[in-house]
């Protein structure tokens, strides 16, 4: 016997070959490539795209803010592994998020906090994949979309002093969570703080990459998880 057809009509077949290309172009490797070729493209036809020799001497002399060593060290912590993290980091629709906002605030929390049983201790671990992997969807979105844009000096220099603000104020909350929290809100405090760490940490490769005349969206787009 031979192989199932996988499509009856030719109608078929060209619906699903549609619908490929549509989750392709939606893909980040294809959001990714297309930035790199629209780059080179603007480079060709206009000399320039945001790089080096663009910028104003004011804007080369700005330098990424230093980043405090317990920050890299909880931005560096590995992503979970789990099924829910890669559900709720693919698809709004693949868990129920109608709660989550709750844990989106900045730390500290005050929630009451539920008897340490086991199942309880399971549930805050589920709820901390499912927010991560909430945040690496959200994250992501913003710079696929980001990727598809002209990046001009404003932007470098308004996320350079954005940058300086939210380092002083995930140390400002990193020091209050340390020592007065406990149970579930202090995992999801973590939680808040690795995400914010891990962000903050990628904005400053971005701006880096890009006032040295790079494109971080050809790079640390397809070699990091964002």
């Known amino acids: 016997m031979g192989r199932k057809a996988l499509y009856l009509t030719i109608a078929e077949r060209q619906s699903a ?9 939606a ?16 480079r060709k036809r206009y000399g320039r795209h945001a790089s080096k020799s663009s910028l104003s001497d004011h804007t080369k002399a700005l330098s990424v803010p230093d980043l405090p060593s317990s920050l890299i060290s909880l931005a560096s912590t590995p992503l979970p592994t789990s099924t829910l993290f890669h559900d709720a980091s693919r698809s ?59 990046i001009d000096e404003e932007f470098l220099v308004g996320t350079l002093k954005d940058l300086t603000g939210r380092i002083s104020r995930w140390s400002a909350v990193a020091s209050h969570v340390a020592g007065s929290e406990s149970g579930r809100n202090r995992e999801m405090a973590h939680c808040w703080l690795q995400w ?16 040295n005349g790079e494109n971080p969206y050809c790079t640390l787009m397809q070699t990091t998880p964002l």
């Open 17 to 25: 070959k549609r619908a490929w290309k549509a989750r392709y172009a």
């Open 27 to 42: 893909s980040t490797r294809c959001i990714a490539k297309r930035h790199c070729q629209n780059s080179r493209a603007y």
């Open 92 to 150: 709004a629709d693949a868990l129920d998020e109608s709660d989550l906002s709750i844990w989106e605030q900045e730390p500290p929390y005050a929630y009451p906090e539920p008897t340490a049983t086991v199942h309880e201790v399971q549930y805050t671990k589920n709820l901390v994949d499912v927010m991560l992997g909430r945040r690496w969807r959200l994250s992501k979105a913003v710079r696929d979309g980001r990727a598809l844009q002209f």
């Open 196 to 211: 914010q760490a891990r962000d903050i940490l990628m904005d400053c490769k971005e701006v880096e990459m890009l006032k």
